[in-house]
């Protein structure tokens, strides 16, 4: 659980530096977070608004989709949040407002932080843009040795298409 004190916090800017363990982003069932998350916060409070921006970095262990290596990364990502005390802005359907009474006194962060470094993760996890895989054929990691399998093996079913490219 991440939690902010909303008395720590002064009116104006300030800032603030925290290590957050993955385990308490509930991150831990999400293997690539091995490390510490560094969350670097800024505050801009106004009146009944606090402004947070976040500012999360933090390395990552990804798994190769082409050659199932290991392989260290990093995410940076960024967040900016509203918590606010007017209660005009309570049906407000952003995930990204805060709506507390004026005598709250923290913030559960949590959800926000969380949901931001999954969706940061890529689609696409690549140890190198140049990777060349594994083998199909004897599953050798192209990347460190070269196979002797044939390269390009196609279907018969489609030799006739091929002799139509060399008549022309």
Request: glycine share 2%; charged share 25%.
């Amino acid at each position: 659980m991440f939690t902010i004190q909303l008395s720590n916090i002064k009116v104006g800017k300030s800032s603030l530096a925290r290590q957050i363990a993955p385990a308490d982003l509930q991150l831990q069932q999400h293997d690539p977070f091995v490390a510490p998350i560094a969350a670097d916060l800024s505050f801009d409070r106004e009146g009944k608004n606090i402004l947070v921006d976040v500012n999360l970095h933090c390395q990552v262990v990804f798994l190769c989709d082409r050659c199932s290596e290991p392989f260290n990364s990093e995410i940076d990502e960024q967040v900016r949040l509203l918590i606010t005390a007017d209660r005009e802005l309570n049906g407000e359907q952003d995930d990204l407002v805060f709506v507390v009474s004026e005598y709250e006194q923290e913030v559960d962060l949590t959800d926000p932080l969380r949901e931001s470094l999954i969706l940061s993760l890529p689609i696409k996890r690549l140890c190198s843009e140049n990777c060349q895989g594994l083998c199909p054929y004897c599953g050798v990691n192209r990347n460190v040795e070269i196979c002797n399998c044939m390269s390009q093996t196609t279907d018969h079913r489609w030799d006739q298409l091929k002799d139509l490219f060399k008549s022309n």
